[in-house]
């Protein structure tokens, strides 16, 4: 049974540009959660999808945005990207809305230049 | 709000010795603790959960005990080794969202 899966798993873009991250998540899992770790910091969360819409969200711009689509898997984009969007950045799958255990992808690493 | 915050690292120990990292949280409501380890270069694995004031999670000889007197969730182990060096976040889920601490990188030396 493949875990949480993220693509790419690296990435490197420059200042204004705008990126898309994929994850799949856990077999039987229906929700996705989308973090961001700073270097040296924990988690902090983006905003969650289940049946295909945000639930939840942290304190982040609406140049952060999702999907989820019908098989569960999830998009983040990021658009006009600035320096401070350096992150790794972390897809956790669950089921029940995430009451339930997160899994974590190993995440996919962005550098803005 | 809801907000998680451990102690500062690196922690340092020799191999066989007793840890204890220190977690504390502020939250409405009544929250899920966890503890997750991210070992170098991986993603994040629960290590332990407790869901209501005065469960413990176990795993790995790792434990933690949900005391919601003292706003608490400190991890502990009674005999660390070299491999268990990662670093280790406490977090809580409160109303579907995750707070995570800042982490606390724990070093082993054989």
């Known amino acids: 049974d493949a875990g949480v899966t993220q693509s790419p798993t690296h990435l490197i873009k420059t200042r204004g540009q705008q990126v898309t991250l994929r994850c799949s998540p856990k077999?039987?899992?229906?929700?996705v959660s989308w973090y961001q770790q700073a270097l040296g910091q924990g988690p902090q969360f983006i905003f969650q999808?289940?049946?295909?819409?945000?639930?939840q969200r942290g304190n982040f711009p609406d140049r952060f945005s999702g999907h989820q689509f019908p098989n569960y898997s999830s998009e983040l984009n990021v658009n006009a990207l600035l320096l401070g969007d350096s992150a790794l950045y972390l897809c956790?799958?669950?089921?029940?809305?995430?009451?339930?255990?997160?899994?974590f992808g190993p995440g996919t690493r962005l550098l803005v230049l | 709000g809801n907000s998680v915050t451990q102690m500062e690292g690196p922690v340092t120990l020799s191999e066989e010795a007793f840890l204890t990292i220190n977690c504390t949280y502020t939250?409405?409501?009544?929250?899920?603790l966890f503890w997750y380890v991210q070992y170098p270069g991986e993603g994040l694995q629960l290590l332990l959960k407790?869901?209501?004031?005065?469960d413990k999670g176990s795993n790995k000889g790792f434990e933690a005990t949900y005391r919601k007197e003292t706003t608490s969730f400190h991890l502990e182990k009674g005999s660390v080794q070299v491999s268990d060096s990662a670093v280790y976040f406490c977090?809580?889920?409160?109303?579907?969202?995750?707070?995570f601490g800042s982490g606390t990188k724990l070093n082993v030396k054989p």
């Open positions: 939250a409405t409501g009544y929250p899920s």
């Open positions: 077999s039987g899992h229906d929700t």
């Open positions: 407790a869901t209501k004031a005065d």
């Open positions: 956790a799958s669950s089921m029940d809305r995430g009451r339930e255990t997160q899994y």
């Open positions: 977090a809580l889920i409160n109303f579907n969202k995750f707070y």
């Open positions: 999808y289940y049946e295909e819409e945000e639930r």
